[in-house]
C-alpha cells in the first residue's frame, strides 16, 4: 500500500520560508519521478515541482520559478520543497505525488499523477 506524507506547512509571513517534507512508503522510490501540487480554497489543483528519480530533471511552474527548489533523497525515501520569499498567493494545501510515467516521467498537470498525499497546509500572511 503506497503512502505519502507531508510534513512542514505552517503559518508563514510574507517574505519567509517553509521546507516541506514527503515521506514515501509502499512503493520502490528511486523508480519513480516525483512532484508537488497545490490547491487553494476555490481554485483548482496546480502542480508546483517535479523532480526525475535521480534528481537530475526539475520542472517548475511559472508562479513559483526561481522561489521554490525541490530535491530527493533516494536513501530516506523523502522528497523535498523549499519555498522562499512567500507570497500570500501561495497559501493554498501542498500535496506531494507520485509520477504516473516512471523515473522521468515529469509532473507537469494533474493528469500526470498517480498518487498523491493527504497535504500539509501552508498558510502566507500579508
Known amino acids: 500500500q503506497v503512502q505519502l506524507v507531508e510534513s512542514g506547512g505552517g503559518l508563514v509571513q510574507a517574505g519567509g520560508s517553509l521546507r516541506l517534507s514527503c515521506a514515501v512508503s509502499g512503493r520502490p522510490f528511486s523508480n519513480y519521478a516525483m512532484g508537488w501540487f497545490r490547491q487553494a480554497p476555490g481554485k483548482e489543483r496546480e502542480v508546483v515541482s517535479s523532480?526525475?528519480?535521480?534528481?537530475?530533471?526539475?520542472y517548475y511552474a511559472d508562479s513559483v520559478k526561481g522561489r521554490f527548489t525541490t530535491s530527493r533523497d533516494n536513501a530516506k525515501n523523502t522528497v523535498y520543497l523549499q519555498m522562499n520569499s512567500l507570497k500570500p498567493e501561495d497559501t493554498a494545501v501542498y500535496y506531494c505525488?507520485?509520477?504516473?510515467?516512471?523515473?522521468?516521467?515529469?509532473?507537469?498537470?494533474?493528469?500526470?499523477?498517480?498518487?498523491g498525499g493527504k497535504g500539509t497546509l501552508v498558510t502566507v500572511s500579508s
Open positions: 505525488a507520485i509520477a504516473r510515467g516512471g523515473p522521468f516521467g515529469m509532473i507537469t498537470s494533474v493528469s500526470d499523477i498517480s498518487y
Open positions: 523532480i526525475s528519480w535521480n534528481g537530475g530533471s526539475t
